[in-house]
């Protein structure tokens, strides 16, 4: 298993511009050997945004699969040319080496 990290740094107060693209299912969401996503904002106070975009996959090729796929075009399709309150992007793969699950049990709230 892997996780990508996108840590991108966003224009001061304009973070909401790139989280609010993730609120609904997507391409990615079907997409073979994805299992999941998480969105995080930094709370740390700085003059930029930071949003990291972290992906779960069950292998890299996985991963590779889907950056060179007509889904993940779609779905960028804004050109070479960043969206402007992007300042900057930079993706990091780890593999899992270790993954642990709460053992305390989950009551459903209605």
Do not use: C
Not at 32 to 53: A, C, H, M, Q
Request: proline share 2%.
């Amino acid at each position: 298993m892997v996780i990508v990290k996108n840590t991108v740094r966003i224009t001061k107060g304009e973070a909401h511009r790139l989280t609010d693209r993730f609120v609904q299912t997507g391409l990615i969401d079907s997409f073979p050997g994805f299992i999941d996503l998480d969105v995080l904002v930094n709370r740390k106070e700085s003059d930029t945004d930071e949003v990291i975009i972290s992906t779960r996959w069950e292998t890299f090729e996985d991963f590779s699969r889907w950056l060179g796929s007509d889904e993940f075009r779609e779905k960028h399709k804004h050109g070479k040319k960043q969206p402007e309150f992007i300042q900057s992007s930079t993706i990091t793969t780890y593999d899992v080496a270790v993954s642990r699950k709460s053992i305390v049990q989950k009551e459903n709230v209605s």
